[in-house]
């Protein structure tokens, strides 16, 4: 394959881009195609960590294309944050002009709107979803008009729209011109980098370039297919990738699972495989299982094969990458959730309804564990039997073959079981 998508297949923080970032390394362009900075991926090299949040994976490599797509949502504030955290400048970045800008102002609203729901959502509170709500609403402002010379005039009609939202609320009028002055200082700096990247990813593609597609969250915080109304504000499944980035849909050779090898989830919402108590625990610690974006400790479940199945059906996946499996060692038994019970009668999938999702009690298998120490593995064959046999179960169990494995943090802790990339 030679254009690949990397999708998260349980509710986001699977590794992503810890998968994107070792499959960057036969990559030519790199390409975050939805999502803003409420996402958040944790890379390690050379025992040096970076914490990513709008930055595509592929920016810590000085000789790939970096592309954030249309299909974002971009704080440019905390984008230029970012860039000066790199610690160094040969980094090659394009942004498209059609992706959406989100400012101060969606941030407070999602804090606000947050706040004065009965049932929280979980929102990162980074402006995200108003962002965008004013896209679906065409009165937000593209990064094409952030960089003309029309910035001036359309930044004073949101503004004065967003003001009616504030004065409602209670909260402090919005001041056009310091919001004004900031950003067109901002839109100085980033003007060089802006492209028409469905352009620049189609000429790419034409001549012959490895292309890899990331994006944020997890294939049930989609819009669409995940576990509505706990859900974000795009699609993170491979099937937005064409809409999301000006390529089209045949061009797309396949898509790469990224799952850990347990289940977890930041936020409200179902998740019907949760455990709590000091198994746990141990597996939250020994996996440093805190957001990246938020610092807030993730809930922790056994893996679920019924969300796998899901995911495999709405976004189509060439190969499994598994992580994290490290962090079971230890274990006597673990589990697998291979169906769910509704109303008596046991369930293969996610039902639409969420009160129905929420009456779902999981079905289990029990597979032996084991208590070596893996961490320094370089191959499948020098896992212990009973961490083999676990990994042979996923794929007996979702039919998607095994690409990929890690016993770590650190790239050279990512074993390569099949080839992805065509050379």
């Given at each position: 394959?030679k254009?690949?998508?990397v999708?998260?297949?349980?509710?986001?923080?699977e590794?992503?881009?810890?998968i994107?970032?070792f499959?960057a390394?036969?990559?030519?362009?790199?390409?975050?195609?939805?999502?803003?900075n409420?996402?958040g991926?944790?890379?390690?090299?050379?025992?040096?960590?970076?914490?990513?949040h709008?930055?595509?994976?592929?920016i810590?490599?000085a000789?790939?294309?970096?592309?954030l797509?249309?299909?974002?949502?971009?704080?440019i504030?905390?984008?230029?944050?970012?860039?000066?955290?790199?610690?160094?400048?040969?980094?090659?970045?394009?942004?498209?002009?059609?992706a959406?800008?989100?400012?101060?102002?969606?941030i407070?609203?999602?804090?606000h709107?947050?706040f004065?729901?009965t049932?929280?959502?979980?929102?990162?509170?980074?402006?995200i979803?108003p962002t965008y709500?004013d896209?679906?609403?065409?009165?937000?402002i593209r990064?094409a008009?952030?960089?003309?010379n029309?910035f001036e005039?359309e930044?004073?009609?949101?503004?004065?729209?967003?003001?009616?939202d504030?004065k409602n609320?209670?909260?402090p009028?919005?001041?056009?011109?310091?919001?004004?002055?900031?950003?067109?200082?901002?839109?100085?700096?980033?003007?060089?980098?802006v492209?028409?990247?469905?352009?620049?990813?189609?000429?790419?593609?034409?001549?012959?370039?490895n292309?890899?597609?990331e994006?944020?969250q997890?294939?049930?915080l989609?819009?669409d297919h995940?576990?509505y109304?706990?859900?974000t504000s795009s699609s993170?499944?491979?099937?937005?990738?064409?809409?999301?980035?000006?390529?089209?849909p045949?061009?797309?050779d396949?898509?790469?699972g990224?799952?850990k090898a347990y289940?977890?989830?930041?936020?409200?919402?179902v998740?019907p495989t949760?455990i709590?108590?000091?198994i746990a625990?141990s597996i939250?610690?020994k996996?440093?299982?805190?957001g990246?974006?938020?610092?807030?400790p993730?809930r922790i479940g056994?893996l679920?094969?019924v969300?796998?199945?899901?995911t495999?059906?709405?976004?189509?996946?060439?190969?499994l990458?598994i992580?994290?499996?490290?962090v079971?060692s230890?274990?006597?038994?673990?589990?697998i959730?291979?169906?769910?019970t509704?109303?008596g009668k046991?369930i293969?999938?996610?039902p639409?309804?969420?009160?129905d999702?929420?009456?779902c009690?999981a079905?289990?298998?029990?597979l032996?564990?084991?208590?070596e120490d893996?961490t320094?593995?370089?191959?499948?064959?020098?896992?212990?039997?009973n961490a083999?046999?676990?990994?042979?179960k996923?794929?007996?169990?979702t039919?998607?073959?095994l690409?990929?494995?890690?016993v770590?943090?650190?790239?050279?802790q990512?074993i390569?079981v099949?080839s992805?990339?065509?050379?």
């Amino acid at each position: 394959m030679k254009r690949i998508v990397v999708v998260g297949t349980q509710w986001g923080d699977e590794g992503k881009g810890k998968i994107t970032d070792f499959l960057a390394q036969k990559a030519d362009v790199v390409t975050r195609y939805q999502g803003g900075n409420n996402a958040g991926h944790t890379v390690v090299i050379d025992h040096k960590k970076y914490a990513l949040h709008l930055l595509p994976s592929g920016i810590l490599n000085a000789d790939k294309v970096n592309i954030l797509a249309n299909g974002m949502v971009i704080n440019i504030e905390a984008l230029i944050a970012e860039l000066k955290n790199l610690n160094h400048t040969d980094y090659q970045l394009f942004i498209s002009d059609r992706a959406h800008v989100t400012f101060p102002f969606h941030i407070t609203l999602d804090k606000h709107e947050e706040f004065l729901k009965t049932e929280k959502i979980g929102t990162t509170n980074k402006g995200i979803g108003p962002t965008y709500k004013d896209k679906a609403s065409r009165i937000g402002i593209r990064v094409a008009t952030l960089v003309s010379n029309e910035f001036e005039s359309e930044l004073r009609k949101l503004i004065d729209e967003k003001n009616i939202d504030f004065k409602n609320y209670g909260l402090p009028l919005i001041d056009f011109d310091s919001v004004y002055k900031t950003y067109q200082a901002y839109a100085n700096i980033i003007k060089p980098l802006v492209k028409d990247t469905s352009l620049l990813l189609n000429d790419y593609i034409g001549s012959g370039k490895n292309i890899l597609f990331e994006g944020a969250q997890g294939t049930l915080l989609c819009l669409d297919h995940g576990t509505y109304p706990f859900v974000t504000s795009s699609s993170p499944t491979a099937a937005s990738v064409p809409l999301n980035t000006g390529v089209a849909p045949w061009l797309i050779d396949g898509a790469i699972g990224v799952t850990k090898a347990y289940s977890t989830r930041v936020g409200a919402g179902v998740m019907p495989t949760e455990i709590s108590g000091d198994i746990a625990q141990s597996i939250r610690i020994k996996g440093n299982e805190f957001g990246t974006t938020t610092g807030r400790p993730r809930r922790i479940g056994w893996l679920d094969c019924v969300v796998l199945n899901y995911t495999n059906r709405v976004s189509g996946l060439s190969y499994l990458a598994i992580t994290l499996l490290d962090v079971l060692s230890g274990l006597d038994t673990i589990k697998i959730c291979t169906s769910y019970t509704l109303d008596g009668k046991e369930i293969f999938t996610i039902p639409a309804h969420i009160k129905d999702y929420e009456k779902c009690v999981a079905n289990y298998i029990e597979l032996p564990g084991w208590h070596e120490d893996i961490t320094g593995v370089k191959s499948f064959d020098a896992l212990p039997v009973n961490a083999q046999n676990y990994l042979n179960k996923i794929t007996e169990l979702t039919k998607i073959p095994l690409a990929i494995f890690s016993v770590g943090p650190r790239r050279d802790q990512t074993i390569e079981v099949s080839s992805i990339f065509e050379d």
